[in-house]
């Protein structure tokens, strides 16, 4: 708690500590919704200056020696925050939380703009984008956001297709399903075809369908030798499936997606992490992975 000098007037407070605004850290790479632009932010701080600040923000413990003004780190509520400041309040109402992990925090942020849906595709896949690199599995992620697997699903895919095609998907152009068929397809050239197509379409009106191949009926105890894109599809469809696996890498390997080394560091990985010695095949003595 801190106090306030009684000539400064502060809008009505919901319950919480009263925290120095200046000594909250709140860095935009972190929060889901990325950087807020201040001067859209001019009419909500309007509004909160003459109606109040409703909700608390949630702040938790900071401490870095290159940055020791700060004592805390925004969990929710940069929005809240950043009105804060072009009001220029000394202080905000806080909920401080010091029993939360990196992955509890993240899921906090996230948790709270979903709810309010304030975020398109393209910002929720990146806020899951931690989790996926820290190894979550799509149960996991989806539970841990109270969402549907297929949802965690496409933010998934969203977060590998080209910068340019993710553009569209924040435009709010492409649906989970049609994002999902182009996450299949094989090869950028094809994906860039199919996105160029569908925005054509919707601009005359028209049916996007004729964009995506018709299923077919396939032959399901054949044996033969698999084509590139092939691979590719049935990699896929085990990355929607399982998520990131080392079987995934094998796949995008026999594709020609990845190099000999990027699959040998993975099964170096994974032979570790199972507490074997890793023994690289003949010819490949020479590597180094560190």
């Not at 595709?121 to 899951?128: D, P, T």
């Given at each position: 708690?801190?106090?306030?000098?009684?000539e400064?007037?502060?809008?009505?407070?919901?319950?919480?500590?009263?925290?120095?605004?200046?000594?909250?850290?709140a860095?935009?790479?972190?929060?889901?919704?990325?950087?807020?632009?201040?001067?859209?932010?001019?009419?909500?701080?309007?509004?909160?200056?003459?109606?109040?600040?409703?909700?608390?923000?949630?702040?938790?413990?900071?401490?870095?020696?290159?940055?020791?003004?700060?004592?805390?780190?925004?969990?929710?509520?940069?929005?809240?925050?950043?009105?804060?400041?072009?009001?220029?309040?000394?202080?905000?109402?806080?909920?401080?939380?010091?029993?939360?992990?990196?992955?509890?925090?993240r899921a906090?942020?996230?948790?709270?703009?979903?709810?309010?849906?304030?975020?398109?595709?393209?910002?929720?896949?990146?806020?899951?984008?931690?989790?996926?690199?820290?190894?979550?599995?799509?149960?996991?992620i989806?539970?841990?956001l109270?969402?549907?697997?297929?949802w965690?699903?496409?933010?998934?895919?969203?977060?590998?297709?080209?910068?340019?095609i993710?553009?569209?998907?924040?435009?709010?152009?492409?649906?989970?399903?049609?994002?999902?068929?182009?996450?299949?397809?094989?090869?950028?050239?094809?994906?860039?075809?199919?996105v160029k197509?569908?925005?054509?379409?919707?601009?005359?009106?028209?049916?996007?369908a004729?964009?995506?191949?018709?299923?077919?009926?396939?032959?399901?105890?054949?044996?033969?030798?698999?084509?590139?894109?092939?691979i590719?599809?049935?990699?896929?469809?085990?990355?929607d499936?399982?998520?990131?696996?080392?079987?995934?890498?094998?796949?995008?390997?026999?594709?020609?997606?990845?190099?000999?080394?990027?699959?040998?560091?993975?099964?170096?990985?994974?032979?570790?992490?199972?507490?074997?010695?890793?023994?690289?095949?003949?010819?490949?003595?020479?590597l180094?992975?560190?």
């Open positions: 708690m801190v106090e306030v000098d009684s400064v007037k502060l809008p009505l407070m919901p319950p919480g500590d009263l925290i120095p605004v200046a000594e909250i850290y860095p935009s790479d972190w929060n889901c919704r990325g950087k807020i632009n201040a001067a859209e932010i001019v009419p909500f701080a309007q509004k909160l200056q003459h109606e109040g600040l409703l909700q608390a923000i949630v702040i938790m413990p900071f401490n870095d020696p290159a940055r020791p003004q700060y004592k805390w780190r925004a969990v929710a509520g940069f929005r809240r925050l950043m009105a804060a400041r072009v009001n220029k309040w000394p202080v905000i109402a806080c909920n401080i939380r010091t029993d939360l992990t990196e992955e509890k925090a906090i942020n996230l948790k709270e703009n979903l709810d309010r849906k304030d975020l398109n595709k393209l910002q929720e896949a990146h806020g899951i984008k931690h989790f996926v690199e820290a190894g979550w599995t799509q149960e996991m989806a539970s841990e109270d969402q549907p697997k297929g965690v699903g496409v933010r998934q895919a969203i977060l590998k297709l080209e910068p340019e993710q553009e569209v998907i924040a435009a709010g152009l492409l649906t989970d399903e049609q994002i999902m068929k182009i996450s299949r397809l094989p090869g950028k050239t094809a994906r860039f075809e199919a197509g569908i925005k054509e379409a919707k601009e005359r009106g028209e049916s996007t004729a964009f995506f191949k018709k299923s077919v009926k396939r032959n399901p105890i054949a044996r033969k030798r698999r084509t590139p894109a092939e590719l599809e049935m990699n896929g469809h085990l990355y499936m399982l998520g990131p696996s080392l079987a995934t890498r094998f796949g995008a390997w026999c594709a020609g997606e990845i190099t000999d080394f990027d699959l040998l560091r993975e099964i170096r990985k994974a032979t570790r992490e199972s507490g074997r010695e890793y023994v690289p095949p003949d010819g490949y003595e020479h180094r992975f560190e």
